[in-house]
C-alpha cells in the first residue's frame, strides 16, 4: 500500500500570518493534486502538479512539487478567515499504472482566527 | 454546485440492512470514483469505473458493489451493513485519470 503522509495534521494561526503544510511519501507520483474541503462538503481541487520541481500560484497559495516528485507543499501567504478548511493533497502514483485510484492523505486541518 | 451529484444526502439504516448510493457525473465525464472518508481513515478509494467498465478496484469490501450505467451514472450498493461502516461516502467524476476530480457532496451514512 502506498502511503502519504501530510504535516502538520493541525494548524491554528492567526490572520495575516504565512503558513506551510507539507506532503510527503516514499514513492514517486506521477501526479500530484492539492484539495480544500470544508465541512459537509466533498473536496475542491485547488491544483494538479506533474513535473518534478514545478511551481504553481493560486492567488495566495504557491504549490511546490519537489525535484523527485515524491514531495510537496503549500504555502499561504497572509492567510485569511476564509482559508480556513481541510487541505489534502493526493496522489497518483508511478508505480500503480493509475490502477490504485488516487490516494488522499489524511489532510491539514488549518483554522485562522480573525 | 461542483456537476456531480449526489443521492441521498443523508441516510439512516439499521444494522443487516442493504442500501444503494447514486450518483451522476459531471457532464461529459466518463470516469466515475467511489471513496469511503472516515474520521479516523480519511478517504479512502473504493472503486472506478471509465465508461461502464470497471477500471481500478481499491479497498472495497466484498459487500460492497458498484456499476455504472449506459446513461454513465453509478451506483454504491451496501449490504449486510454494519455499524463500521457508517461514514461519508463521495462520488468523484473526471474526463482522464491524473487530471483532477471533481467530487459532489457526498452521501452521509449513518448506521444503528
Known amino acids: 500500500t502506498q502511503l502519504l503522509e501530510q504535516s502538520p495534521q493541525f494548524l491554528s494561526i492567526q490572520e495575516g500570518e504565512n503558513l506551510t503544510v507539507y506532503c510527503n511519501s516514499s514513492s514517486v507520483f506521477s501526479s500530484l493534486q492539492w484539495y480544500r474541503q470544508e465541512p459537509g462538503e466533498g473536496p475542491v481541487l485547488l491544483v494538479t502538479v506533474v513535473t518534478g520541481g514545478e511551481v504553481k500560484k493560486l492567488k495566495r497559495l504557491t504549490f511546490q512539487f519537489g525535484d523527485a516528485r515524491k514531495d510537496s507543499s503549500l504555502h499561504i501567504t497572509a492567510a485569511q478567515p476564509g482559508d480556513t478548511g481541510l487541505y489534502l493533497c493526493?496522489?497518483?502514483?508511478?508505480?500503480?499504472?493509475?490502477?490504485?485510484?488516487?490516494?488522499f492523505g489524511k489532510g491539514t486541518h488549518l483554522i485562522i482566527q480573525p | 454546485d461542483s456537476g456531480v451529484t449526489q443521492t441521498p444526502k443523508h441516510l439512516i439504516t439499521a444494522t443487516g440492512q442493504r442500501v444503494t448510493l447514486r450518483c451522476s457525473p459531471r457532464?461529459?465525464?466518463?470516469?466515475v470514483y467511489w471513496y469511503q472518508q472516515s474520521l479516523d481513515q480519511g478517504l479512502q478509494f473504493l472503486i472506478q469505473y471509465y465508461n461502464g467498465e470497471e477500471r481500478a478496484k481499491g479497498n472495497i469490501l466484498e459487500r460492497f458493489s458498484a456499476q455504472q450505467f449506459p446513461d454513465l451514472h453509478s451506483e454504491l450498493n451496501l449490504s449486510s451493513l454494519e455499524l463500521g461502516d457508517s461514514a461519508l461516502y463521495f462520488c468523484a467524476s473526471s474526463v482522464v485519470t491524473g487530471n483532477g476530480y471533481t467530487f459532489g457532496s457526498g452521501t452521509r451514512l449513518t448506521v444503528v
Open positions: 457532464s461529459g465525464d466518463l470516469s
Open positions: 493526493a496522489g497518483d502514483f508511478e508505480a500503480g499504472g493509475g490502477a490504485d485510484g488516487l490516494t
